[in-house]
């Protein structure tokens, strides 16, 4: 079955070679885009969808997410609205109600929580264990994770639980933890934090899933300057993500290699730190993605476009860049070469705006301005 969509106002193609098109045209088949360029060559397919100019985007790729959890943490967000600071130690409220959960309870509340990105224009989703910190339990939220989730990444390292030694909880993690969730998962991160683990201890956990073939992701620099971009460098990891706080040779760092600094402005702003310093991570050549960090303590969102918004509104990224950050870069945090860009070969993931340029996101903010959404050539939307 192949769907033309034509009548495209502007088409965003994050692709070098097309660029940004106007009067354009899609078609969709088997999956993947089978052709793209004016509507008036436009061939001919089983099913023709007119968006009466329409601008047209790649689906959002939201590369950090946390979605297997239970239970509220509002209490804690009104306390830091009141002044109370932002620590890692919060966390373990979440934990306590994961594991009390059950597994229909955690597979409820992802479920919802993809449908709600997706009807917003997300079309692919990672997100992570980390909630549960027990080998049985992290299992079972990698389990639950995957049937619901298009990456899963595990997150043993989040916290130390209370009461455990944490070198003792280090040797857990990279040990027993990791081989039983392995098999689960394509990605190993580690907060590397202050109140989280430091740099011996993220370094031993992230060395041990390279080990054994995982992909690696860290948080870092999240509350303050620290080890965790020159250590996801150092290791060839994928992304390293919040970059909060980011010294100039911590942004050369990045700049110099194949990291992808991916920023969360909506924990930024949840939290009421300063926002990651993008323009400068850009000038200085690094690549920037954008995710939402959707989880119940620090980000409780699934609004890419609300990221999106902000980046350019409150981080001096252009529109372009930040729908670039949020698509494209997204899939290269992942190591996906088949997502964020609407090249002939890659992945039937399309987002159509109810507007007739990109830039009406950053225009009209807060305004949902989805109209419609394919995903892997399927209208979901």
């Known amino acids: 079955m192949s769907t033309l969509i ?6 965003t193609t994050n692709d070098p070679d097309l660029g940004r098109l106007t009067g354009a045209a899609l078609v969709l088949a088997d999956g993947v885009v089978a052709w793209v360029g004016p509507a008036s060559s436009a061939p ?19 590369s950090h997410t946390h979605l297997v959890f239970a239970g509220d943490r509002t209490a804690e967000f009104e306390a830091r609205m009141a002044g109370k600071p932002y620590t890692a130690g919060g966390i373990a409220t979440t934990v306590n109600a994961t594991r009390a959960a059950s597994d229909d309870e955690l597979s409820s509340v ?105 992909g690696l992701r860290v948080h870092g620099n999240q509350l303050g300057e620290g080890p965790g971009v020159r250590l996801a460098v150092e290791l060839g990891a994928a992304s390293v993500d919040h970059c909060t706080y980011l010294s100039t040779s911590d942004i050369d ?33 690094a690549t920037v993605a954008l995710a939402s960090n959707c989880n119940p303590g620090s980000s409780y969102t699934t609004s890419m476009a609300y990221c999106v918004t902000t980046a350019v ?31 002939v070969g890659a992945r039937a993931d399309v987002h159509v705006l109810d507007a007739p340029s990109a830039t009406h996101l950053a225009y009209r903010p807060g305004v949902p301005l989805t109209h419609a959404v394919w995903r892997k050539g399927e209208r979901v939307r």
């Open 6 to 11: 034509t009548g495209i106002g502007e088409l």
């Open 44 to 62: 001919a397919a089983d099913t023709r969808v007119d968006v009466e100019g329409r601008a047209v985007l790649p689906g959002w790729v939201d």
């Open 110 to 214: 992802i479920q919802r929580h993809v449908a709600e990105a997706v009807a917003q224009g997300t079309t692919y989703v990672e997100t992570k264990t980390g909630y549960g910190l027990t080998v049985a339990d992290e299992v079972r939220s990698a389990r639950i994770a995957g049937e619901h989730a298009d990456e899963v990444t595990f997150l043993g390292a989040h916290l130390v639980p209370p009461g455990a030694d944490a070198d003792s909880y280090v040797a857990l993690v990279a040990g027993e933890m990791l081989d039983a969730v392995a098999p689960f998962v394509r990605w190993a991160d580690v907060f590397c934090e202050r109140g989280a683990f430091d740099e011996d201890q993220s370094r031993t956990v992230l060395k041990a899933a390279a080990a054994r073939g995982l």
């Open 253 to 285: 760092a990045l700049a110099g290699s194949n990291t992808i600094a991916t920023l969360l402005p909506a924990c930024d702003l949840s939290t009421r730190q300063s926002l990651p310093p993008a323009r400068e991570l850009l000038d200085a050549g």
């Open 313 to 343: 509104l409150q981080m001096h990224m252009s529109v372009e860049e930040a729908v670039y950050a949020a698509t494209r870069a997204g899939a290269l945090a992942l190591d996906r070469a088949d997502l964020g860009h609407l090249a």
